[in-house]
């Protein structure tokens, strides 16, 4: 099958990919050559060489160091030439900022210190995961992204919010009232979210020693999807609305007291042979693993058990939501009231005989489902278009980051508390 791309924006688009490594213009193509090949390969495409020679002629590289606000007159120079190249000026630029946490705010400080931002028609900025390494470094990318952008042309990226499990569990929520009549305490008993990985850091020591389990995925990928399952459905559609119901259920996660309850309730472990790994402290106290067992303070949770569970090095690769009943019948009930509406959501199991919901996008390794599993296009296209609902909201990452560095105090506290696992662990 030969991927479906829209060719007819070739002459219209420019990507600009930018990097400190020197290239020549021949060792990007053949590193472009290369992922374009593995991508068709894994989701079976064909490979189309005239094809990915017409997307060559629209897409660039600039090797220059952000940290630099004089790198940023080239690339502005850079961008001129390509305008007149073009014979005409973009009316639109995005700004794609993948970096180290520590190099938002100077890049987007050197960005409009160049004008790069003023010569700019319609201008966007989308900052990925991770959203700084606390409250105060968030705070400060915060500061500089307000200082330079209106909210509407900010998009804060957590890539869960465009997967597929996500956006069956709240349509099923969204349009079937009676389903979210059972969606309680008085029938649900236990909420646990896993997501693990078979792969250890690979190669990323600096940046992991820099943020750890808790800050790398439960900040951002487990929070959001904690707070899909559980907030309050808003009263209408309103993206404003949306992102408020998920900040107010992180706010509302219990924090632990002092330094023993976590010891009972918070396990972090850390993959054996990680000290080993290239760029790692050989003393290092960072988690690859971490357990937490909380509560939600709200009358809809009273009472109901939550388990959020992340690692590296672990047996598979799995994300899992599973969502435990006080009865079988609840889960028929709802399977039959599901059934109603659509057996379309192949990301959802209903396991009657052991009273869960479980929800993943692993179960189904088909072609088509490893397909739908692809998001940047999507991103791509609701970012062009303004389309800010799978974006996260400043509440909400100020929100996760208050919970996560109350934590991080407590773990100071106590460096000896950390346990080692076994390549290819369970659990």
Same mark, same amino acid.
């Not at 060489?49 to 660039?60: T, V």
């Not at 309103?238 to 309730?265: D, H, P, V, Y």
């Not at 189904?364 to 996260?392: A, E, H, M, P, T």
């Given at each position: 099958?030969?991927?479906?791309?829209?060719?007819?924006?070739?002459?219209?688009?420019?990507?600009?990919?930018?990097? #400190?490594?020197?290239?020549?213009?021949?060792?990007?193509?053949?590193?472009?050559? $290369?992922?374009?090949?593995?991508?068709?390969?894994?989701?079976?495409?064909?490979?189309?060489?005239?094809?990915?020679?017409? *997307?060559?002629?629209?897409?660039?590289? /600039?090797?220059?160091?952000?940290?630099?606000?004089?790198?940023?007159?080239?690339l502005k120079e850079y961008l001129n030439r390509l305008d007149e190249m073009r014979n005409s000026s973009f009316n639109e630029r995005i700004f794609?900022?993948?970096?180290?946490?520590?190099? *938002?705010?100077?890049?987007?400080? @050197?960005?409009?210190?160049?004008?790069?931002?003023?010569?700019?028609?319609?201008?966007?900025?989308?900052?990925?995961?991770?959203?700084?390494?606390?409250?105060?470094?968030?705070?400060?990318?915060?500061?500089?992204?307000?200082?330079?952008?209106?909210?509407?042309?900010?998009?804060?990226?957590?890539?869960?919010?465009?997967?597929?499990?996500?956006?069956?569990?709240?349509?099923?929520?969204?349009?079937?009232?009676?389903?979210?009549?059972?969606? @309680?305490?008085?029938?649900? @008993?236990?909420? %646990?979210?896993?997501?693990?990985?078979?792969? +250890?850091?690979?190669?990323? +020591?600096? /940046?992991?020693?820099?943020?750890?389990?808790?800050?790398?995925?439960?900040?951002?990928?487990?929070?959001?999807?904690?707070?899909?399952?559980?907030? %309050?459905?808003?009263?209408?559609? &309103?993206? *404003?609305?949306?992102?408020? %119901? #998920?900040?107010?259920?992180? +706010?509302?996660?219990?924090?632990?007291?002092? &330094?023993?309850?976590?010891? $009972?309730?918070?396990?972090?472990?850390?993959?054996?042979?990680?000290?080993?790994?290239? !760029?790692? @402290?050989?003393?290092?106290?960072?988690?690859? *693993?971490?357990?937490?067992?909380?509560?939600?303070?709200?009358?809809?949770?009273?009472?109901?058990?939550?388990?959020?569970?992340? +690692?590296?090095?672990?047996? %598979?690769? $799995?994300?899992?939501?599973?969502?435990?009943?006080?009865?079988?019948?609840?889960?028929?009930?709802? #399977?039959?009231?599901?059934?109603?509406?659509? !057996?379309?959501?192949?990301?959802?199991?209903?396991?009657?005989?052991?009273?869960?919901?479980?929800?993943?996008?692993?179960? !189904? !390794?088909?072609?088509?489902?490893?397909?739908?599993?692809?998001?940047?296009?999507?991103l791509f296209q609701r970012i062009i278009s303004g389309d800010q609902s799978s974006f996260v909201s400043w509440e909400e990452i100020q929100a996760?980051?208050?919970?996560?560095?109350?934590?991080?105090?407590?773990?100071?506290?106590?460096?000896?508390?950390?346990?080692?696992?076994?390549?290819?662990?369970?659990?």
């Amino acid at each position: 099958m030969k991927m479906r791309i829209e060719e007819d924006l070739f002459p219209q688009l420019k990507i600009v990919c930018i990097s #400190r490594r020197q290239l020549t213009e021949n060792d990007f193509t053949q590193y472009v050559r $290369r992922i374009y090949n593995s991508f068709c390969e894994t989701y079976s495409y064909y490979i189309d060489e005239q094809w990915f020679l017409r *997307f060559m002629g629209s897409i660039y590289y /600039y090797a220059m160091d952000v940290t630099q606000e004089s790198d940023f007159k080239g690339l502005k120079e850079y961008l001129n030439r390509l305008d007149e190249m073009r014979n005409s000026s973009f009316n639109e630029r995005i700004f794609f900022l993948s970096l180290l946490p520590s190099l *938002f705010s100077i890049s987007i400080r @050197n960005l409009a210190a160049s004008t790069i931002l003023a010569d700019s028609g319609v201008r966007k900025i989308v900052v990925e995961k991770p959203f700084g390494t606390n409250l105060q470094t968030a705070l400060e990318i915060e500061t500089e992204l307000v200082k330079h952008f209106r909210e509407k042309e900010i998009f804060r990226l957590d890539h869960v919010l465009e997967k597929k499990f996500y956006k069956d569990l709240y349509h099923i929520r969204s349009v079937c009232p009676r389903f979210d009549c059972y969606w @309680n305490s008085s029938f649900i @008993n236990k909420i %646990e979210i896993e997501w693990n990985e078979s792969i +250890g850091i690979e190669g990323r +020591g600096q /940046y992991y020693e820099s943020v750890g389990a808790l800050r790398d995925m439960v900040q951002n990928h487990i929070l959001q999807t904690l707070s899909l399952v559980c907030m %309050e459905l808003p009263a209408t559609g &309103e993206l *404003f609305m949306l992102r408020n %119901e #998920r900040a107010r259920l992180i +706010g509302n996660l219990t924090k632990f007291e002092q &330094e023993e309850e976590l010891g $009972r309730k918070v396990i972090r472990g850390q993959y054996i042979g990680y000290r080993e790994e290239d !760029n790692v @402290n050989p003393n290092s106290v960072i988690e690859t *693993f971490v357990r937490l067992e909380l509560t939600i303070r709200s009358l809809r949770w009273k009472g109901t058990d939550v388990v959020l569970k992340t +690692g590296k090095r672990m047996e %598979e690769k $799995r994300t899992r939501i599973e969502i435990s009943f006080k009865s079988p019948q609840t889960v028929k009930t709802l #399977r039959d009231l599901l059934s109603e509406f659509t !057996n379309s959501y192949d990301s959802i199991i209903f396991d009657v005989m052991r009273a869960k919901i479980i929800v993943t996008d692993m179960h !189904n !390794n088909s072609v088509d489902s490893k397909r739908n599993s692809i998001s940047y296009d999507k991103l791509f296209q609701r970012i062009i278009s303004g389309d800010q609902s799978s974006f996260v909201s400043w509440e909400e990452i100020q929100a996760s980051w208050q919970f996560i560095d109350h934590i991080r105090r407590l773990w100071e506290q106590n460096t000896t508390g950390i346990c080692c696992y076994q390549l290819g662990s369970i659990n």
